[in-house]
């Protein structure tokens, strides 16, 4: 048995074609049969079956070949593993297998190996098999770039398909919506502007962005707008996502009190569409006076009023009155050390003046906002705390009573479920510091076009899906996903050069990067192609720093 190999010249160009073969006697005379048509194998898989047909007596000789070289490769552990929950959760497909989804998919597992700018992620493909696994040529940052723009206009195209593929025909009818800022270190960003700073960074310029999950805290869609939008402004645009993109008639928005407002709610109704939110407490205490409901009905068990066809939910937590309770007790016994050591320095230093201390004393109980029920007043140079016990009554009258309002029938939903969605909005807040402090870091923000910016927080988001499933994953084994990434990260291959073959094997993992893969249940290839692609960047950092 053997390979035959022969080669044909059309148009100029040089086609290979392999055939195994072999070779047997008919009435004395030497004839060959096909066995099979190799013409597709590439030239490694060739040369490895051929040295193999050559050694096939003895194929325990092949680990005494002198031809044989071995050299360190490539990090595999945490592209492959990456790659492999994408495909499971249908990122991969939503992104498509042509060279700009490739890109945009290595981009969102760069995003989970190691935040950083486009220049990062090149660099970062230079020493993981991001080109071997996800079949990409050559790139650079500029080609990043250009993906994040593609990933822009393809935004609603892609998020579709992720919907359709998590929800099928089972579209539900309850989402989760919030908004939050991200400050920008620079003042080149098109989107840049000074706004309500979450962040509280003063004289930092911030975007805002704006998040709509699904029932179960699973992004769904995400939008960039500038950075002096209000909250309430960007509901408009999560409706119509809704409405258009996804398809849905049948709706509720969950949002928090500072979100979904009158206008807002009245835009919801004219859609069709149902909302819950909660109300504050000045307009608790508004209902409170108007007979609405009393006191007596915020308990630990959830109670239920109905109005003129709009629910209220009440309910008083315990566990917050009792927290309320010992934060305010803190911040007394704050004002009343400040109080000590003014009074100590009055007492050695005759000619301080009262009225200084005192309104120091005074600014720091308004600053732990505890003036409306602590006055301080002096006596003899001496300072003294004076409360007002009925006023301290009235300010934690409502300590631990929220009110949750929503237009939904009883009928669809039970006061239990409402209140039940309207506590998953921690959801969208977990993954926000996900995005903005934990481990995606969407700051800094290293680009400044509008397309650049909004691919980029699309990026983020769709990295936070990939997150979502890993802590799944490895919720048991207590590590991170950052952790169990970083541990995958180290597993490198073993470039193999035999003769004219050259592959890179994949070692069995052990230990802890071991227990990874079986918790999610992972299976890395044995041999991967050594396509030996080289990513470099544009830029000559050396140079520029000379």
């Known amino acids: 048995m053997y390979v035959d190999t022969a080669y044909s010249v059309q148009r100029g160009k040089r086609y290979p074609r392999h055939l195994l073969r072999e070779s047997f006697r008919e009435n004395g005379k030497v004839k060959h049969r096909t066995l099979a048509n190799l013409s597709r194998c590439s030239d490694e898989e ?91 040529d050559a790139f650079n940052e500029d080609h990043l770039y250009s993906n994040l723009a593609w990933l822009w206009e393809e935004q609603e195209t892609i998020e579709k398909r992720l919907f359709r593929q998590r929800y099928g025909d089972a579209t539900p009818q309850l989402f989760l919506y919030d908004v939050t800022s991200s400050y920008l270190e620079g003042v080149q960003n098109v989107l840049a502007a000074f706004g309500y700073n979450r962040d509280r960074k003063k004289g930092k310029m911030q975007l805002v962005i704006g998040l709509l ?10 939008r960039v707008f500038e950075g002096n939008t209000r909250d309430t402004q960007t509901v408009a645009q999560q409706v119509g996502i809704l409405a258009g993109t996804f398809g849905v008639e049948r709706v509720t928005v969950v949002g928090d009190r500072g979100m979904l407002k009158q206008t807002e709610t009245k835009l919801l109704n004219e859609c069709r569409f149902h909302y819950v939110t909660a109300i504050t407490k000045p307009q608790i205490r508004k209902l409170l006076r108007d007979g609405v409901f009393q006191m007596e009905l915020f308990e630990e068990k959830i109670c239920e009023v109905e109005i003129d066809g709009v629910r209220y939910v009440l ?51 308004r600053q732990l906002k505890v003036d409306q029920w602590v006055k301080v007043v002096s006596s003899a140079r001496t300072l003294e705390l004076v409360i007002d016990e009925e006023v301290k009554k009235e300010v934690s009258e409502l300590d631990g009573c929220y009110v949750i309002r929503t237009d939904l029938p009883g009928e669809i939903a039970t006061a ?26 969407v700051r800094p923000t290293f680009v400044r076009t509008e397309a650049s910016t909004k691919g980029h927080v699309f990026v983020v988001m769709l ?69 030996r692609v080289h990513v470099a960047t544009r830029k000559k950092l050396v140079s520029e720093r000379n």
């Open 46 to 136: 060739i040369a490895a079956i051929k040295l193999a047909l050559k050694h096939k007596g003895n194929l325990a000789n092949l680990g005494n070949i002198k031809e044989i070289k071995a050299e360190q490769g490539m990090r595999i552990g945490a592209v492959c593993s990456l790659k492999a929950i994408a495909e499971w959760i249908g990122l991969a497909q939503a992104l498509g297998h042509h060279r700009q989804g490739r890109l945009a998919l290595w981009q969102v597992l760069a995003r989970l190996i190691n935040q950083g700018s486009r220049l990062s992620a090149v660099r970062l493909a230079e020493s993981h098999a991001a080109c071997d696994l996800l079949g990409l």
């Open 416 to 441: 239990e479920l409402i209140h039940d969605r309207y506590k998953d909005l921690a959801q969208v807040e977990q993954a926000f510091r996900t995005f903005k402090t934990g481990h995606l870091e």
């Open 315 to 365: 309910r008083r937590n315990p566990k917050r009155v009792e927290e309320l309770a010992k934060n305010r007790e803190s911040k007394l016994s704050t004002v009343k050390k400040l109080l000590d050591k003014k009074n100590f320095y009055l007492a050695e230093h005759p000619r301080a003046k009262m009225e200084v201390a005192q309104r120091d004393v005074e600014q720091r109980a």
């Open 213 to 222: 999950s699904g029932p179960d805290g699973t992004p769904v869609a995400v």
């Open 463 to 531: 990295a936070y899906l990939l997150k979502r499933e890993l802590d799944r994953y490895w919720h048991d084994l207590e590590v991170t996903a950052a952790e169990g990434i970083d541990e995958l990260g180290s597993l490198r291959g073993t470039i193999l050069t035999i003769g004219q073959a050259t592959c890179q094997k994949v070692p069995d993992a052990e230990g802890l990067s071991k227990r990874l893969l079986d918790a999610a249940d992972i299976k890395l290839p044995e041999v991967l192609p050594c396509r």
